[in-house]
């Protein structure tokens, strides 16, 4: 990339793929997720979390970027599928979802819907009980899957 091409790049706090709830000239911020887990009566629910992110060196001659740590107990699955429809089903093991490409509603026992599209956390760990419904939005559907155990979170 020639260096007017390099400057002319978005600045990070208006890049389309950042989410809009990450301000990367705080101190000190928080990245937004949802986790999809189960309640007493064995329904699955939303529940809005946050993971805070704080300002780290990763790497010589970048600025500070944000970074928090998640847990994973093996290694990332990669996913890339022309369909994510299930009906109704629990979690196969508590795993962080990270959307990279199209999106997917998540729908809970109540009938609420989520909607989930690329730079979107989800945290499922509803492995018991009714289970969530997954459906795709668009064409393909990319997201990496990073298995956890439940009692790292």
Not at 5 to 16: D, R
């Amino acid at each position: 990339m020639s260096e007017s091409a390099f400057n002319k790049a978005q600045p990070p706090s208006t890049h389309p793929l950042l989410s809009k709830d990450v301000d990367m000239n705080c101190a000190s911020t928080m990245k937004r997720y949802t986790r999809v887990a189960v309640n007493e009566n064995g329904d699955s629910v939303f529940v809005d979390a946050e993971l805070a992110l704080t300002p780290q060196h990763v790497a010589q001659a970048l600025p500070p970027l944000g970074v928090a740590g998640i847990a994973s107990t093996e290694g990332a699955l990669y996913l890339l599928s022309p369909e994510f429809d299930a009906d109704p089903h629990p979690a196969p093991r508590t795993q962080w979802i990270a959307m990279l490409r199209g999106a997917i509603d998540v729908e809970v026992t109540s009938g609420a819907v989520r909607r989930f599209a690329p730079g979107d956390l989800v945290l499922v760990a509803d492995t018991v009980g009714k289970g969530h419904r997954t459906r795709a939005v668009g064409e393909l559907i990319e997201g990496l899957f990073i298995p956890v155990d439940e009692s790292l979170l």
